[in-house]
Nanobody
């Protein structure tokens, strides 16, 4: 079983950047497909980005493609979400997720078994 803790959220102006971190403990992230999701007030949780267990295959939501990058540092057992050119519509709680059985990144939140507590990102206009 893996435990996930997100950090790095905050308040940023539109056009700015933030890097979110997801520190994993309990098991190595090399065994897991890792994902980032977000949930804005009054909206459903939505897919942002994911990386397969090999670290090679990635997937992005159309809304963030070209602005966000998912990466990992296996030595630190941490997954990152680098967010650039942020927009007010990126405001949400961002969650890190992991799954041991996925063979490829999934866009479906229900496919992930493990979740962090979330970190708030607020983008002001």
């Amino acid at each position: 079983q893996v435990q996930l803790v997100e950090s790095g959220g905050g308040l940023v102006q539109a056009g700015g950047s933030l890097r979110l971190s997801c520190a994993a403990s309990g098991r190595t992230i090399m065994s897991y497909t890792m994902g980032w999701f977000r949930q804005a007030p009054g909206k459903e949780r939505e897919f942002v980005a994911a990386m397969g267990w090999s670290g090679v295959i990635t997937a992005y939501a159309d809304a963030v493609k070209g602005r966000f990058t998912i990466s990992r540092d296996t030595a630190r057992n941490t997954v990152y979400l680098q967010m650039s050119r942020l927009k007010p519509e990126d405001t949400a709680i961002y969650y890190c997720a992991a799954d041991l059985t996925l063979s490829a990144p999934s866009l479906e939140a229900t496919d992930y078994d493990y979740w962090g507590q979330g970190t708030q990102v607020t983008v002001s206009s």
